[in-house]
């Protein structure tokens, strides 16, 4: 089990739950991971249980890939990135006390391959883009397979914004947080979001129920 601390701005402090120890990690070279089913992939979104003191602004919902939601997951030319892809899922959540809300999404391929080949055309072609020119990089840790983060601007008016990417398995996960303030929104909050993300993403590739969250 792991325990870390965070803060987000006048939120209550909580900590990172993760029911399995050792935090989210490969398959121990037992093999390929497994391919998610729809209701896998709506189970590994963290919802209002995994997310204590968060309100849910969208329960986390699951769908067929299809040329709709390819557009929406995968919105730079012909849909790259979105190849092999079967199930596209999100779920969002907002925080009254600073203004803050965070989106969780995923798409779960047919293959690790499949996975792989679609990371650096996703990151590169789109969601790196997400929170600004000017972003900086930072260290997510051992999170996942390949992991990327970017802390910089989401909004109109220079509003604070992280997005993180990462794969894990057959998987690949974003996180975005945004906030009103400055100094709401930061890479140790990104961090643990990303984390128990792909931690929950381990779990249900490995036949479990996904456990991992944020408590108070």
């Not at 998610?36 to 067929?64: I, N, Y």
């Not at 849909?79 to 965070?102: L, M, P």
């Amino acid at each position: 089990m792991i325990m870390r601390s965070y803060r987000w701005c006048a939120a209550t402090a909580a900590a990172l739950l993760l029911t399995a120890c050792g935090g989210a990690e490969d398959d121990g070279g037992k093999g390929q991971s497994a391919v998610l089913t729809k209701a896998q992939v709506r189970q590994t979104l963290p919802d209002g249980e995994a997310m204590t003191g968060w309100q849910e602004s969208a329960r986390p919902t699951a769908v067929a890939m299809n040329k709709l939601y390819r557009q929406q997951a995968c919105p730079i030319k012909n849909n790259a990135g979105c190849e092999g892809s079967r199930f596209y899922g999100v779920s969002t959540f907002q925080h009254d006390d600073n203004a803050a809300h965070i989106s969780f999404l995923i798409i779960a391929y047919d293959s690790e391959q499949a996975a792989r080949e679609a990371y650096d055309v996703l990151w590169d072609g789109y969601y790196s883009k997400r929170v600004g020119q000017k972003a900086k990089t930072f260290s997510l840790g051992p999170v996942g397979d390949e992991r990327d983060a970017l802390l910089g601007s989401a909004g109109f008016h220079g509003e604070p914004g992280t997005i993180t990417q990462t794969r894990v398995g057959t998987t690949l996960l974003w996180t975005e947080a945004a906030s009103a303030g400055k100094g709401c929104v930061d890479e140790d909050g990104a961090r643990d979001l990303a984390e128990v993300f792909a931690e929950r993403a381990r779990q249900a590739q490995n036949g479990e129920d996904p456990s991992a969250a944020l408590v108070g």
